[in-house]
């Protein structure tokens, strides 16, 4: 069992960059893969971003290839995403989700078992 903590959300002009932290409590003996995903008004959730247990292998949406940055820090439990150059179209709730696995399972939100609550991230111009 894992539980998420999503924070860093907020209001960012068109262009700007925001950094999420997503606090994971989790038992030690545990190894987890992480996402992070969004959900606009009316649309689906959308896969971003995912990172394997060692922090080594990275995954991106084409979306935010580029642009958004996947990391994760295993002593502290954190796993952060760092988002520049944001449009107004990265408006969304932001969810950082987890699985008991070693490697990234993939960019369907099905394959992900802990969700935290999502952090609002507002791009406005």
């Known amino acids: 069992q894992v539980q998420l903590v999503e924070s860093g959300g907020g209001l960012v002009p068109t262009g700007g960059s925001l950094r999420l932290s997503c606090a994971a409590s989790?038992?030690?003996?545990?190894?987890?893969?992480m996402g992070w995903f969004r959900q606009a008004p009316g649309k689906e959730r959308e896969f971003l971003a995912g990172?394997?247990?060692?922090?080594?292998?990275?995954r991106y949406a084409d979306s935010v290839n580029g642009r958004f940055t996947i990391s994760r820090d295993n002593v502290k439990n954190l796993v952060y995403l760092e988002m520049n150059s944001l449009k107004d179209e990265d408006t969304a709730v932001y969810y950082c989700?987890?699985?008991?696995?070693?490697?990234?399972?993939?960019?369907?939100?099905?394959?992900?078992?802990?969700w935290g609550q999502g952090t609002q991230v507002t791009v406005s111009s």
């Open positions: 989700a987890a699985v008991r696995a070693g490697r990234i399972p993939g960019t369907q939100r099905r394959l992900y078992d802990y």
């Open positions: 990172i394997d247990w060692s922090g080594a292998s990275t």
């Open positions: 989790r038992r030690t003996t545990d190894i987890y893969a």
